[in-house]
């Protein structure tokens, strides 16, 4: 079965950094994109970006650019997703998902990992 | 404020059906498949339709998806209330270059 296994909770402070990981089973994780999502409390769901770990190319939403990195180790079969100049609206749960690739289908997702930014 | 509109809240009663509406543009909708996701406390979201129309496999054939236009549609028959959820529209639009979602639609079995 494909399974994401993300990493767990973090609390960061404002202007700080966080990454986190997305670890894959199940299939060849070379042949579908990663993408990432978050949700904030009370909110609904926020499309990131993707990264297609075969070519490490990524793409990203206009308001992550440059605060937004996505990175892969394939040998591990693992995505990592990492904000920079963290805020308090950076607060939210993380989830990365699998998407067939070419299509803006998320057809698994992982746990998802909760981040919270406070002073 | 989502790109894709959907109402915030629906409810139906157990074994009834109800539809959850996906507003969207022709730079979204109008050009793309439609996703449909459902996301309950303490799981992990899961994919009910993609492709607009299609379940994936484990998924029951209560749960429908259609498009018309720049709007989308999920459909659930037979009401349970384990169906109680927080359900979600999904795309990709065009003109953003970003996958877009709808901003949730909170499910209640009453």
């Known amino acids: 079965q494909v399974h994401l296994v993300q990493s767990g909770a973090e609390v960061r402070k404002p202007g700080t950094s966080v990454k986190v990981s997305c670890k894959t089973s199940g299939y060849t994780f070379t042949n579908y994109d990663i993408n990432w999502v978050r949700q904030a409390t009370g909110q609904g769901l926020e499309w990131m970006g993707w990264m297609n770990p075969d070519s490490g190319d990524t793409g990203f939403a206009q308001r992550f650019q440059g605060r937004v990195t996505m990175t892969r180790d394939i040998s591990i079969s693992t995505a990592y997703m990492e904000v920079s100049s963290l805020r308090s609206e950076d607060t939210a749960v993380y989830y990365c998902?699998?998407?067939?690739?070419?299509?803006?289908?998320?057809?698994?997702w992982g746990q998802g990992t909760p981040v919270t930014v406070s002073s | 404020q989502s790109v894709l509109t959907q109402p915030p809240s629906v409810s139906a009663a157990p074994g009834q059906k109800v539809t959850i509406s996906c507003s969207g543009t022709s730079s979204n909708i109008g050009r793309n498949f439609v996703c449909w996701y459902r996301l309950r406390p303490g799981t992990a979201p899961e994919l009910l339709i993609y492709e607009s129309n299609k379940r994936p496999s484990g998924i029951p054939d209560r749960f429908s998806g259609s498009t018309s236009g720049t709007s989308a549609t999920l459909g659930i028959t037979g009401l349970q209330t384990g169906d109680e959820a927080d359900y979600y529209c999904g795309t990709w639009d065009n003109s953003l270059s970003a996958g877009v979602f709808g901003g949730g639609t909170k499910l209640t079995v009453l």
């Open positions: 998902t699998r998407n067939p690739r070419y299509t803006s289908s998320h057809d698994y």
